[in-house]
């Protein structure tokens, strides 16, 4: 049985998972399973969860792109040694991969370490364009909730009210809250 797996990162791409879907069925997938949660953020991504709990011997998992499946090596991995756990097999279409050959295996690994290369290298990237917007002062970074209610504070510890409840009616760190308190005239 081919089993499909289609995801997003954000439920404003619709036409991107329905693509996804449309492919999949298109591959002849009997069964699919799709989501739109954060590669990033494996614990709820429950649709692969159920895929991968699905899928019995003989059965392949069908992916459209390699990114839809996994962000790092070593999560591509996990997931391809449970999907082999099953006696299963990975097919990603956009390669033309498929890991119930040992070429397919070979060519997964290889290709997964290049894109977390790729990502790593795209991150470095925007560390430095983010460097360099701060030198030039275009870039000022988020703004700082606690010095925001500095006053706030200041105010609730002068009516005698404790750091952790100062912390937690006005919503910031209890760190934020001493760092505002030890430091008199100064922000935190």
Known sequence: MLVGYARTSTLDQKASIEA????????????LFS?????????????LAQALEFIREGD??????????ARSVKHLLEITEAIQAKGASLRILDMGIDTATSTGKLMLTVLGGIAEFEREIMLERQREGIEKARREGKYKGRKATARAKETEVRRLKAEGVGATEIARRLEIGRASVYRILDNPGSSA
């Open 20 to 31: 996804q879907a449309r492919d999949l069925r298109a591959a002849g997938c009997d069964k």
């Open 35 to 47: 989501e739109q949660v954060s590669s990033v953020d494996v614990p709820n991504r429950e649709q």
């Open 60 to 69: 392949t998992l069908v992916v459209t792109k390699l990114d839809r499946l």
